[in-house]
């Protein structure tokens, strides 16, 4: 019997709560401008603060749905119209691409577009670089000179790199990274590079990060990553050997990909999303993503430093390929990327 | 020992089971729904890039390590749950707890664990390294991490199913079968384990299941399952059409597996439940003892004191760099409020299915039974993108709040509640129910009086597994929860995803220690100390 009491008690509080929680839980009128909701593809152990201060200033509440940058904008479209979103707020310009070609983001006027330079902005207007990550050669400084590491991408075709670099072929960057070289080079040269590369057999990573973590146990030697995990490392890490290789300034590795925002079409605050937007391009909040501890994003907007001992933005040409680009190229990529054999 | 075809609630299924469990049925099938909208029919765009050969060799590589993961889990699962529940084995309360332990640690914790320990450059190797020179551990990307993580995430279902059942086994059939002269072992391999079979084939399935659609395990031990490719067409093509025909590839593929399963099943049912409530006594394991002492000790040292091992080394580094430890509590309570009520819900909504398929045997209730599995093993992200789906459009106030979150434990975690449910029935002789009904009990009440307690365990088992399951998911958590709903598994997710392990590490540690209590409560009721049943 006491099984079936306990079965009973919980069907009672299960229908307790339910009714609570849809009344309680219910989202409150739309119209109201007193609150603003984000979906948010960065980190909330990082972005937080920002939006507390956001709060402080504005007085306008931020719920912020924090998950996977692909995830949130696959959430977007199916949402479509009915989307309680504001605001996304993405880790990559692929994410953003993906919702702006569905029509899901609104243009965003010129006064915020204007902000950054024109090759960190949708080629639609749809949505807005917010800050930059450069592709860096990450090294173990007990396995590697500096001066031995090579000028460009093509060095790492050399035998000497055999069974030492590291790769993250599913990653999101890396896969820019290599779009932007099929648009700088040419299909057959990237085909080209990636089959040596292949032969030099890599260690394949999930993250970038994991390839950080890889480099400081000496797993491997050399990493293809985004510049900023290595003060991420640091943090967890403060003297694991390891340090960061920018390519010289053309070389397609060289390529700067951005987190960006943009304003959900099927808002109805889209002025006050708008604001957001804006005050996540101002110097404060520019700032501190480029010199929060554990971080030194490329900061967008014109006359805002970089964290020291960076090259300046300007320094990191990358293929010169306009990276709203790479998302409709992705497809492509991956192709190659699944011919030559590194993902499936 | 036979099985019973009695029309103890008459012969057609009464509407008040069959409704609510047409109901049921439909809401597991929702996601099914939406992959077969966004997939399209055969030969629209999105199925022309699920390719044949590639994807053939995506079943192949699926298959093979589902057919590995479920024969090592039933190896390491069955004598474990016939140690703690049927011997005299020193301390087996302990060790039924921390065998089950394992359960709800997210299978992404285990293989980052695994990692950190076994993989390059771990600790593993750094013990090795100084006193033997081990510069090298044999790989473990690939499959055999796949096989590990997952074997340690999922090998607690065929335990727990399994002890359920020995728990309710009758022993008046194992010690007929002594006085007739069979040996111990010959008892245990003839009639122990046959009465068994119902539930092992249950644990199997959940087992299967769980390892069809994990993602977590595969992605990080880099093996080209099918649930990997599925979330690399959201996750990099960002092309929900073909990840939908790529998930219904798997769709087909959870078909075979539970066709499979209820064929195993249905080979010879037996009934085993005590007739009149019974203490089976312990066996005594004399110079047995030791080795058996052995093998739990391999067991819950490499499958749960490893990964914890892994991750009090990791909260320890983090108090070494002066950072301070803050124990997610809040979170801890929204994790053990939501998962509660996804666990009553779910039970709730099995038992009608789970009686209508055991007590009115026809084709229909046995298809419906099996539906109810057959998209649940799909990966976290297509439940929950169905659900948004679903929810965006006609879900109205609900939309992303706690109702519409524990709806999707309850589509996603149905399936565990259903195998233990029906396992549970399984072993309750209809003779039994005969003998309400002859005594004037209605057909409702002989339900309620007689048939749901005794298959008691086997209820509480499918409430613990729903509850285990809901506490560490995380897709559909991340997607429908109400905003800032922060559970455990989303805490982790938050740390890991910026790779701050020494924060991970506590907020695992402290799900593991939360869901303890519970895990005590379920495995710890052994036969000899539980109050009989009925």
Same mark, same amino acid.
């Given at each position: 019997?006491?099984?079936? /009491? ?5 069907? &009672? ?130 396995? /590697? ?200 | ?101 394992? !359960? ?41 991490? &796949? ?137 005594? !394991? ?13 067991? =819950? ?45 779910? =039970?709730?909504?099995? /038992? ?67 195998? &233990? ?13 005969? &003998? ?43 997607? !429908? ?54």
């Amino acid at each position: 019997m006491t099984a079936l /009491v306990r079965l009973g008690l919980v069907v &009672a509080v299960l229908a307790a709560s339910l009714t609570a929680s849809v009344t309680a839980a219910g989202r409150p009128a739309a119209l109201q401008a007193t609150k603003l909701v984000v979906y948010s593809g960065r980190e909330e152990r990082f972005v937080k603060p920002l939006f507390e201060t956001y709060t402080r200033l504005t007085g306008i509440e931020l719920e912020i749905r924090y998950g996977d940058s692909a995830e949130l904008a696959a959430t977007l479209l199916e949402e479509g119209s009915n989307s309680p979103a504001d605001v996304f707020f993405a880790q990559d310009a692929g994410a953003l691409g993906a919702v702006a070609a569905k029509g899901r983001l609104a243009v965003l006027p010129a006064t915020t577009l204007n902000r950054v330079p024109k090759r960190f902005r949708a080629p639609g207007k749809r949505w807005i670089g917010v800050t930059g990550r450069a592709r860096v050669i990450a090294f173990n400084t007990d396995a /590697v000179k500096r001066s031995e590491l090579p000028k460009t991408i093509w060095g790492l075709t050399q035998r000497r790199w055999k069974g030492r670099i590291g790769l993250p072929p599913t990653n999101a960057s890396f896969q820019a990274f290599v779009t932007a070289m099929r648009l700088k080079v040419g299909d057959e040269r990237t085909r080209a590079w990636l089959v040596a590369i292949r032969e030099n057999e890599p260690k394949l990573y999930a993250r970038n990060s994991q390839i950080l973590t890889a480099l400081a146990r000496r797993e491997i030697e050399v990493g293809l990553v985004n510049h900023y995990y290595l003060y991420q490392l640091k943090e967890e890490q403060p003297n694991a050997p390891v340090a960061n290789y920018f390519l010289t300034r053309r070389d397609p590795g060289a390529l700067l990909n951005v987190a960006g925002a943009g304003v959900v079409s099927a808002s109805e605050r889209r002025v006050q999303a708008t604001r957001f937007i804006n005050f996540l391009l101002s110097r404060g909040a520019q700032q501190f993503f480029a010199t929060s501890p554990g971080r030194a994003e490329y900061p967008l907007v014109r006359g805002v430093q970089p964290r020291a001992g960076l090259p300046a933005l300007a320094k990191i040409q990358g293929a010169g390929v306009n990276i709203g680009r790479l998302g409709r190229e992705l497809e492509a990529t991956l192709r190659m990327l699944n011919e030559v054999g590194f993902t499936r | 020992m036979t099985s019973g075809r009695a029309a103890v609630f008459g012969r057609r299924a009464p509407l008040f089971l069959a409704l609510p469990a047409l109901l049921a049925v439909g809401a597991v099938l929702l996601p099914l729904v939406y992959l077969t909208l966004r997939a399209g029919p055969p030969g629209s765009a999105a199925w022309e890039l699920v390719e044949p050969g590639p994807t053939a060799d995506l079943v192949a590589a699926t298959a093979l390590l589902v057919c590995a993961v479920v024969a090592a889990t039933v190896a390491v699962g069955v004598p474990l749950a016939w140690l703690v529940a049927r011997t005299d084995l020193p301390g087996r309360r302990l060790w039924a707890v921390a065998a089950a332990l394992p !359960l709800v640690i997210p299978s992404y914790v285990s293989a980052l664990a695994l990692l950190g320990a076994l993989g390059p450059r771990g600790l593993l190797q750094d013990v090795l390294e100084e006193p033997f020179g081990v510069e090298r551990l044999p790989e473990i990307y690939g499959f055999p991490g &796949a096989l590990l993580a997952l074997t340690i995430s999922t090998y607690p279902y065929v335990f727990l199913l399994t002890a359920a059942a020995l728990r309710g086994l009758d022993p008046a059939l194992e010690e007929a079968a002594q006085s007739l002269g069979s040996s111990r072992a010959g008892v245990f391999f003839r009639v122990t384990l046959p009465s068994l079979r119902p539930s092992i084939a249950a644990g199997a399935l959940l087992v299967a299941l769980y390892a069809l659609s994990d993602f977590g395990a595969v992605s990080l031990m880099q093996y080209d399952a099918l649930t990997r490719s599925v979330y690399l067409r959201y996750q990099a093509l960002f092309d929900r059409n073909s990840a939908a025909a790529l998930a219904l590839v798997l769709v087909a593929l959870t078909a075979a597996v539970v066709l499979a399963e209820g064929w195993v099943r249905r080979a010879r049912t037996v009934r085993t439940s005590p007739g009149s409530a019974r203490r089976p006594a312990p066996i005594a !394991l004399g110079r047995w003892r030791w080795a058996a002492l052995a093998f739990c000790a391999l067991v =819950v040292g490499s499958f749960l004191a490893l990964p914890v091992g892994v991750l009090a080394y990791w909260t320890a580094r983090g108090l070494e760099l002066g950072k301070p430890v803050d124990l997610p509590w809040s979170e801890a309570g929204n994790s053990v409020f939501a998962s509660g009520l996804a666990a009553g819900a779910a =039970v709730v909504a099995v /038992v009608p299915l789970a009686v209508l398929a055991q007590r009115f045997p026809a084709l229909w209730t046995r298809a419906l039974e099996r539906l109810a599995y057959v998209s649940n093993a799909l990966p976290g992200i297509v439940v929950a993108l169905a659900l948004v789906f679903f929810g965006a459009r006609y879900g109205g106030v609900l939309y992303q709040t706690l109702a519409i979150l524990i709806f999707a434990y309850v589509v996603r975690f149905l399936p565990q509640a259903l195998a &233990a449910v029906s396992a549970g029935l399984g072993a309750v002789s209809p003779r039994v129910e005969e &003998a309400g009904r002859t005594l004037g009990r209605g057909r409702a009440r002989v339900l309620v009086s007689v048939t749901l307690p005794l298959a008691a365990p086997g209820v509480l088992t499918g409430a613990a597994l729903v509850f285990l399951s809901a506490m560490k998911e995380l897709p559909a958590t991340l997607l !429908l929860r109400p905003i800032g709903f922060d559970t455990l598994a989303v805490e982790i997710w938050t740390a890991t995803s910026v790779d701050a392990y020494s924060e991970a590490a506590p907020a695992a540690l402290l799900l593991i220690g939360v869901a303890a209590p519970f895990v005590y409560a379920l495995a710890a009721r052994l036969p000899w100390e539980a109050a009989a049943p009925g």
